[in-house]
């Protein structure tokens, strides 16, 4: 079956970086769209970032754009979210997405 596996969450300082990584299995990786969302407390979720499946193409949430960077490695079945320069409104529970599945995410926390 489907899975999806994040893991690189915890607590960093404001400015500082993180580098979330999602390990999938169960479907032909390679020939998937693959998304990064995050939900804040008493927020609606929100797309951070997607990546085409070859890797070509990306897209970023205005507020993300400069700061984050989403990759891929197909041959690891792995989608990566590289956050630098990280802010407090950043803090969120993280999920990794793709073929209408989504992974039981990992917690992101920008506090001094």
């Known amino acids: 079956q489907v899975q999806l596996v994040e893991s690189g969450g915890g607590l960093v300082q404001p400015g500082g970086s993180l580098r979330l990584s999602c390990a999938a299995s169960?479907?032909?990786?390679?020939?998937?769209?693959m998304n990064w969302h995050r939900q804040a407390p008493g927020k609606e979720r929100e797309a951070v970032a997607s990546?085409?499946?070859?890797?070509?193409?990306?897209t970023y949430a205005d507020s993300v754009k400069g700061r984050f960077t989403i990759s891929r490695d197909n041959a690891k079945n792995t989608v990566y979210l590289e956050m630098n320069a990280l802010k407090p409104e950043d803090t969120a529970v993280y999920y990794c997405?793709?073929?209408?599945?989504w992974g039981q995410g990992t917690q992101v926390t920008v506090s001094s």
């Open positions: 997405g793709g073929i209408g599945h």
């Open positions: 169960g479907f032909d990786f390679s020939l998937y769209i």
């Open positions: 990546i085409s499946n070859l890797g070509r193409a990306t």
